[in-house]
Each structure stands twice: as structure tokens, then as C-alpha cells.
């Protein structure tokens, strides 16, 4: 009797951390700025970052981008998340605050982009041979 490891497919830990990344976004942004307890208002914030976040992942890997790596699938990854989910946030009524604009580029920058490098930076030290 055989056992088969099951292993995730490539694209699904790429796509849960960036979702992850838009998720403490929209859970900072909440904290920040909206007395409410209820964490409905997080997925409000987050759903169109999130939605462009999947159509970026599934677009690159339906045409054989690897999502994990740096360049240019994460800042591909990156773009479009931004861009389509600003886009997709204005056009349900939600605002585009210039502070809100920067904030959410420099904070998906540094995120989606950040565990990107470390990624990268740490498989690149497993496949170094020691000395």
C-alpha cells in the first residue's frame, strides 16, 4: 500500500498570503479610522482589493507566471491589485481619499512585495551550498 503526499498547488500559498496582506489593509484601516466593532467593515474595505487580488493570480498563472517570484509576477500581482481594486472601490461608492491612496500603495508595496524578497531570500540560502 502506497501513500501519496498531497502537496498545495503553486498558486495557493502566493494567493493566501497576498489576500492576507489585503486583509491587514483593510483590518488596519478599520482600526484606524471607523469606531465600529463590527468586522463586516473589514470585508467592505477589503473586497476589492481582494477580487483583484484573485483576477491578478488567476490571469498570470492561467499563462504560466510564477506568482511567487519578485519580479515581474509580483509586481504584476501588485499593479493590478492596486489599481483594479481602487478602480473596483470607487465604483461601489466607497472613497478615494489622497491619504488613502498613498497609505494603501505604500502598505501593499511593502507587504505583497516584502514577503516576496524574504521568500526569495531564504530559498536562495537553502539551495547555497555551507562551507
Known amino acids: 500500500m502506497t ?8 498558486w495557493l500559498w502566493p494567493l493566501l498570503a497576498d489576500l492576507a496582506c489585503v486583509l491587514a489593509l483593510a483590518a488596519g484601516g478599520k482600526n ?23 483576477l491578478a493570480h488567476v490571469g498570470l498563472t492561467s499563462r ?8 515581474p509576477g509580483g509586481v504584476t500581482v501588485l499593479a493590478v491589485t492596486y489599481a483594479l481594486g481602487m478602480a473596483l472601490r470607487a ?12 497609505v494603501a500603495a505604500i502598505f501593499l508595496v511593502v507587504t505583497m512585495l516584502g514577503w516576496r524578497a524574504v521568500a526569495q531570500l531564504l530559498a536562495r540560502r537553502r539551495s547555497t551550498p555551507t562551507r
Open 3 to 10: 501513500t501519496e503526499a498531497r502537496t498545495a498547488p503553486r
Open 32 to 54: 484606524t479610522h471607523d469606531g465600529d466593532d463590527s468586522w463586516w467593515v473589514v470585508l467592505v474595505i477589503a473586497w476589492p482589493f481582494a477580487l483583484a487580488a484573485v
Open 91 to 102: 465604483a461601489s461608492g466607497r472613497g478615494l481619499a489622497t491619504g488613502f491612496l498613498v
Open 64 to 71: 504560466g507566471q510564477d506568482v511567487r517570484r519578485l519580479w
